[in-house]
């Protein structure tokens, strides 16, 4: 991952830039390639709003941890990087945090411990020890955005099947109809999908969604 | 016959025309040798053949299942009637209301799944594996009669593409497809497949029209019996219990409200006879399934103190709930099962004693017996493992001394 430094300077979206942002999306995906901050991707994905926010939430930490470690890179022994992007993780989860709690006061509550738990996301220190450490801000921050967005998109996909069969809403709009009142769907004899509301059903979503990313991309399976 | 194999052949010539419907050859090329021996030999090499080939063996369990279905479309009627104050039946209506109630299971089960297997099948270009033959007959039999068909319709595609065709289809499996199927139900859709409502077919409608026969309360033998650990029990003692339609033989006869095919043990025991005489199922696995609950089933007995359910006979234990039905149809799988003859005691004993286990001090879960085995399915893979290096470690020993 590490790059080498460029010497003339380049456009600020040249090509090599737009891959930063594109690539973690798909064939270097955080979540389903490789398989990081996978514990977040199954707990805050029962509604879509939770997990939206979440996602804003990481790729907040992320942008701005990998623009402050790229920054200081130069400065930080290499004995001691690990605590340093502690700390920096730290302080921005905890600004985070009080941000989700003064305007988004009901999603916090939802997200409960998994915002302060943003902190041992493994994208986040792996992006920092990965890519910040050796790389210029500009590029440090299109990879954070890249990869924030990659976890996001997953987080979002799985969260819209989950509400979608789980709850039959759709950022709490009524899709199917209402359960309790037995109009739509719901008269015919539907039924939510209660295995939706657990965790595990994300491991099942998640997997599928690597099961068709990795047959339409033959050069992402592993050999055996 | 020569009519019908004529068919097949024009069919095949035709297919073979143009490349665009030589994709459709798996489908019809199962359908042919679901009707005919098929005509591939083996070529290159001596080979041992055996007249039993998959397909066969997948018959024989059908066959096998033949008499808890019979024995299920009878039973269904048969609650349906004692639960219906409008209405008095003989033993022949009883049983084409279970007809009537039981084929659109089985009919839906196999539509789907043999649905994705064909889907499966054209996508990758082989012939439809017969693997589906078997757990599509096995998923009716283990739903309670009330679950509504798209239920059964969106669990049998789960199970099929979840549980079989991502690890590669018949034979890769890890799980067993027709548990996977009842335990998605069983999360999914809790309401739908435990509770009291969902045993005798009609209950609720029953129950809203007032034509329920009073005193019927539509729990199975294990939904009463785990409501001894609860705060109000269906019955005040175990004897009470056993008194009023639920002694030993009763027990066995099984004419009490349960999932379709499990719960009479005589329909199951000649379906164990004629799959052991025929050597498909194990009878190590049998047996060590059958040891492994009756040991549990004994233990709780010794500790069982003020606690009802823990009072009931050992023996008497197994007779209820899908025990038997797991013993014979589901832990034998081969494909899940341990292979290696030790292991295949291990698996055997694991998942009965944690079936009853789960059954007695769980009272959410009656029915421990389908995820102890799903449980086992899982550890199958380890025992074996466990068996052959332990196997090779003895030997290593042996050639050390030598």
């Known amino acids: ?224 | 016959m020569k009519f019908l194999r004529n068919i097949f052949d024009n069919a095949h010539a035709k297919l073979n025309k143009s490349e665009k419907t030589k994709k459709l050859f798996p489908l019809v090329d199962s359908v042919d040798t679901l009707m005919f021996t098929p005509n591939h030999t083996t070529t290159g090499g001596a080979h041992i053949r055996d007249g039993i080939d998959l397909k066969r063996t997948m018959m024989f369990v059908i066959l096998a299942l033949i008499p808890c279905l019979l024995f299920g479309m009878y039973n269904v009627g048969l609650q349906h009637d004692l639960a219906n104050s409008t209405v008095e039946w003989s033993g022949v209506d009883q049983f084409l209301y279970g007809l009537m109630k039981v084929l659109p299971f089985i009919v839906v089960s196999y539509a789907a799944g043999l649905g994705v297997e064909f889907i499966f099948a054209i996508k990758n270009g082989h012939a439809v594996q017969e693997g589906y033959l078997v757990s599509g007959m096995l998923i009716p039999l283990i739903m309670p009669i009330d679950t509504p068909l798209w239920m059964v319709a969106v669990s049998v595609v789960f199970a099929v593409v979840i549980g079989k065709e991502v690890f590669g289809g018949t034979g890769m499996n890890i799980l067993n497809v027709a548990l996977t199927a009842r335990a998605f139900l069983f999360f999914a859709h809790p309401t739908s497949m435990s509770g009291n409502n969902v045993w005798i077919s009609g209950f609720k409608e029953l129950k809203g029209s007032g034509n329920l026969v009073d005193g019927v309360s539509g729990a199975t033998p294990l939904g009463d019996l785990a409501s001894f650990t609860q705060d109000q029990p269906a019955y005040s003692s175990l004897n009470e219990f056993i008194d009023k339609g639920h002694s030993f033989v009763e027990a066995m006869w099984g004419l009490y409200p349960g999932s379709i095919g499990e719960s009479s043990v005589f329909p199951i025991m000649l379906g164990a006879i004629f799959l052991l005489i025929t050597g498909i199922a194990s009878w190590r696995v049998m047996t060590s399934f059958f040891v492994g609950g009756l040991v549990m089933a004994l233990i709780m007995n010794q500790f069982a103190g003020e606690n009802a359910y823990m009072q009931l006979p050992a023996i008497h234990q197994l007779m209820y709930g899908g025990f038997l039905f797991g013993m014979v149809f589901m832990i034998t799988d081969p494909v899940t099962a341990a292979q290696t003859s030790k292991g295949k005691y291990f698996y055997g004993f694991l998942a009965g004693f944690l079936g009853i286990l789960i059954r007695v001090v769980n009272p959410a879960y009656p029915e421990g017996i389908m995820l102890a085995i799903l449980i086992a399915n899982v550890f199958a893979p380890l025992i074996d493992h466990m068996v052959i290096s332990t196997n090779i470690k003895r030997r290593l020993k042996r050639v050390k001394t030598a």
């Open chain 1, 1 to 224: 991952m590490s790059e080498v430094a460029v010497k003339e300077k380049e456009p600020l979206f040249s090509k090599k830039n737009k891959k930063l942002i594109t690539d973690p999306l798909n064939d270097t995906n955080p979540v389903t390639i490789q398989v990081l901050g996978i514990c977040s991707a199954l707990a805050v994905t029962v509604k879509m709003d939770a997990a939206l926010v979440m996602s804003m939430a990481v790729l907040a930490v992320l942008i701005a941890g990998n623009v402050i470690v790229s920054l200081m890179r130069n400065l930080i022994p290499g004995k001691i990087r690990i605590i340093v992007q502690l700390v920096v993780v730290a302080a921005l989860v905890i600004i985070v945090d009080q941000v989700l709690k003064a305007f988004v006061y009901d999603v916090s509550k939802q997200l409960s411990v998994f915002v302060g738990l943003i902190i041992t996301n493994c994208i986040i220190m792996g992006r920092l020890e990965a890519f910040a450490l050796a790389n210029k801000p500009w590029a440090s921050a299109l990879d954070g955005l890249g990869n924030g967005i990659g976890y996001g998109i997953i987080l979002v996909v799985v969260a819209f099947f989950k509400e979608l069969f789980g709850s039959g809403t759709l950022l709490g709009y009524e899709i199917f109809g209402n359960a309790t009142d037995m109009t739509g769907l719901y008269a015919m004899g539907y039924e939510n999908n209660g295995m939706m509301l657990l965790p595990p059903s994300s491991l099942v979503l998640v997997a599928i969604y690597i099961w068709i990313q990795k047959s339409r991309n033959p050069s992402l399976q592993e050999g055996h």
